[in-house]
T-cell receptor, first 116, second 114 residues
Framework: AQSVAQPEDQVNVAEGNPLTVKCTYSVSGNPYLFWYVQYPNRGLQFLLKYITGDNLVKGSYGFEAEFNKSQTSFHLKKPSALVSDSALYFCAVRAFGSGNTGKLIFGQGTTLQVKP | DSGVTQTPKHLITATGQRVTLRCSPR?????VYWYQQSLDQGLQFLIQYYNGEERAKGNILERFSAQQFPDLHSELNLSSLELGDSALYFC?????????????FGPGTRLLVL
């Protein structure tokens, strides 16, 4: 079965420090991976995706993610965290197989708290 | 702003009732997806439409139905509502529903069933 795991419910980091939000996946075939962010009372905003090519993907708001096939991971990173980055982050993988066209499978989400 | 619009933003209703949630995709997008976000189930895919036709089905209850109209807007109908249906319902859209495409999400409709 295809799945995504975000092992940390919450990540705390001081403003200006680097941040990492972890994601591991399990899929059959090549993975198509996505990161979204959800601010309170808002919808999900797309940050970045990995389809193929360079393992380091750059996205919106200074975020990047590193695809690691051997470790089946797709961790989200940012060199210097801002208080405004505090939000709920979701990792997702595209589901393949009959009847799954377009379906995204989401992790449980990780709350990022950036403290001044 | 993703360009996907959803109405209403909030909905409060009683058990046993029926409601309709509406979604307008981004201009040019032919594929629409519905997701449910709840505290116990997380974000779950419900159903996908492409150019008016159902393309994929997820964990959608029989009490729920959806359709996509010729102008490409979509409606999610929830009937015989139960307390457990209280959740945030998101609509997303993409150009054709292709594997590599990004899905852009609307702001959601928060449903509270009392």
């Amino acid at each position: 079965a295809q799945s995504v795991a975000q092992p940390e419910d919450q990540v705390n980091v001081a403003e200006g420090n680097p941040l990492t939000v972890k994601c591991t996946y399990s899929v059959s075939g090549n993975p198509y991976l996505f990161w979204y962010v959800q601010y309170p009372n808002r919808g999900l905003q797309f940050l970045l995706k990995y389809i193929t090519g360079d393992n380091l993907v750059k996205g919106s708001y200074g975020f990047e993610a590193e695809f690691n096939k051997s470790q089946t991971s797709f961790h989200l990173k940012k060199p210097s965290a801002l208080v405004s980055d505090s939000a709920l982050y979701f990792c997702a993988v595209r589901a393949f197989g009959s009847g799954n066209t377009g379906k995204l499978i989401f992790g449980q989400g990780t709350t990022l708290q950036v403290k001044p | 702003d993703s360009g996907v619009t959803q109405t209403p933003k909030h909905l409060i209703t009683a058990t046993g009732q029926r409601v309709t949630l509406r979604c307008s995709p981004r201009s040019g997008d032919l594929s629409v997806y519905w997701y449910q976000q709840s505290l116990d189930q997380g974000l779950q895919f419900l159903i996908q439409y492409y150019n008016g036709e159902e393309r994929a089905k997820g964990n959608i209850l029989e009490r729920f139905s959806a359709q996509q109209f010729p102008d490409l807007h979509s409606e999610l109908n929830l009937s015989s509502l139960e307390l457990g249906d209280s959740a945030l319902y998101f609509c997303a859209s993409s150009v054709t529903g292709g594997w590599e495409e990004t899905q852009y999400f609307g702001p959601g409709t928060r449903l509270l069933v009392l």
